[in-house]
T-cell receptor, first 112, second 120 residues
Framework: AQSVAQPEDQVNVAEGNPLTVKCTYS??????LFWYVQYPNRGLQFLLK??????LVKGSYGFEAEFNKSQTSFHLKKPSALVSDSALYFC??????????FGKGTRLHILP | NAGVTQTPKFRILKIGQSMTLQCTQD?????MYWYRQDPGMGLKLIYY???????DKGEVPNGYNVSRSTTEDFPLRLELAAPSQTSVYFC???????????????????FGDGTRLSIL
């Protein structure tokens, strides 16, 4: 079965520093990968997706993600973190039957 | 543009009671979904629908029912509330842009702000 893993429950980053939120996946065939963000008491918001093409995908709010096929990873990155980036981040992968499987989430804390 | 609207935002139920969580979207999306979110567990798919009149089970459908009589609405029904159904419920929708490989798994989902449900 397809699966997605977010190995870190929480990531702390100082404001202005680069941030990385890790995601690894296991799929058969070509992966369809997504990142979502969730702010307190809100639903998930789409950030970016990888379907095919360039391994570096750019998304909303200055975020980008790098698809690495050999390492089966799709890490979320941002060059300079903002306090307002503090939120819960979910990686997701398309399952064999077209449904989306979400990771357990990584809580990102940006320290002023 | 309202997007996906869920009501109510909060609800407390007693064991054995029933209720319907409402979800409506104004984006003319053909696909709709119900998820539950439990702490540290990510999102689990309860039911989904690929169009009016068509529904199917997700990963955790037991104890729930759905219907899809219109494109806009996708209510979730709890018939006999149990403490294990205490959770935050999210409705989502997405657009299918074609047949073949271009199905629901390719498109981003748009989420409502959730219904926080406690069963006591």
């Amino acid at each position: 079965a397809q699966s997605v893993a977010q190995p870190e429950d929480q990531v702390n980053v100082a404001e202005g520093n680069p941030l990385t939120v890790k995601c690894t996946y296991s799929v058969s065939g070509n992966p369809y990968l997504f990142w979502y963000v969730q702010y307190p008491n809100r639903g998930l918001q789409f950030l970016l997706k990888y379907i095919t093409g360039d391994n570096l995908v750019k998304g909303s709010y200055g975020f980008e993600a790098e698809f690495n096929k050999s390492q089966t990873s799709f890490h979320l990155k941002k060059p300079s973190a903002l306090v307002s980036d503090s939120a819960l981040y979910f990686c997701a992968v398309r399952d064999w039957d077209d449904k989306i499987i979400f990771g357990k989430g990584t809580r990102l804390h940006i320290l002023p | 543009n309202a997007g996906v609207t869920q009501t109510p935002k909060f609800r407390i139920l007693k064991i054995g009671q029933s209720m319907t969580l409402q979800c409506t979207q104004d984006m003319n999306h053909n696909y709709m979904y119900w998820y539950r979110q439990d702490p540290g567990m990510g999102l689990k798919l309860i039911y989904y629908s690929v169009g009016a009149g068509i529904t199917d089970k997700g990963e955790v459908p037991n104890g729930y029912n759905v219907s899809r009589s219109t494109t806009e609405d996708f209510p979730l029904r709890l018939e006999l509330a149990a403490p294990s159904q205490t959770s935050v419920y999210f409705c989502a929708s997405s657009l299918s842009v074609g047949g073949g490989r271009l199905r629901m798994g390719n498109q981003p989902q748009h989420f409502g702000d959730g219904t926080r449900l406690s069963i006591l």
